[in-house]
């Protein structure tokens, strides 16, 4: 792999040992809902103005450097309790059926999902990152973290 190059600050365990599923988690997100009361998408969660927080696993907050209070970024998340063996849903939302990949729904295959948010507080120390809003399970585990880029993240004019 190489040494490290100057400012770069390696963890002192190998992520890959920890593997879940192939991945690493990173941390778990905190939120109020469980799956009697969890809101169907992010701007519902919104509506509701209750906050969430991610807890970093211990070694992780040294990676919140350069991100800020107010930022937007992205979540990717395991949806550890979704249903995986559904390829065609129908969804109450849609004209008829839908393939898994034409959805957002977390029953899918890899249930990965991703969400934008914004930082509303930061305690590196801690490894704890407060965002606006998420609309997951309390406890849902954090795959990776990522700063949301206008000049990357923006689709293409159509």
């Given at each position: 792999m190489g040494d490290p190059r100057p400012?770069?600050?390696?963890?002192?365990?190998?992520?890959?040992?920890?593997?879940?599923?192939?991945?690493s988690f990173i941390g778990t997100i905190r939120?109020?809902?469980?799956p009697d009361d969890c809101p169907k998408n992010i701007g519902r969660a919104r509506e509701t103005g209750k906050a969430a927080h991610i807890e970093l696993i211990e070694g992780y907050g040294g990676g919140l450097l350069g991100l800020a209070i107010g930022q937007p970024?992205?979540?990717?998340?395991?949806?550890?309790?979704?249903?995986?063996?559904?390829?065609?849903?129908?969804?109450?939302?849609?004209?008829?059926?839908r393939g898994v990949f034409a959805l957002r729904s977390p029953a899918r295959p890899n249930p990965v999902a991703m969400a934008t948010v914004r930082i509303t507080s930061l305690d590196p120390e801690a490894g704890?990152?407060?965002?606006?809003?998420?609309?997951?399970?309390d406890g849902?585990?954090?795959?990776?973290?990522?700063?949301?880029l206008e000049t990357v993240d923006l689709p293409p004019a159509v």
């Open positions: 400012g770069e600050v390696l963890l002192p365990f190998d992520p890959g040992a920890r593997a879940d599923g192939s991945v939120s109020p809902w469980g970024v992205i979540l990717l998340y395991w949806m550890d309790r979704s249903r995986r063996d559904i390829v065609v849903q129908r969804p109450g939302h849609a004209d008829g059926p704890r990152i407060g965002i606006d809003a998420i609309d997951v399970f849902t585990p954090l795959i990776d973290l990522k700063p949301w």
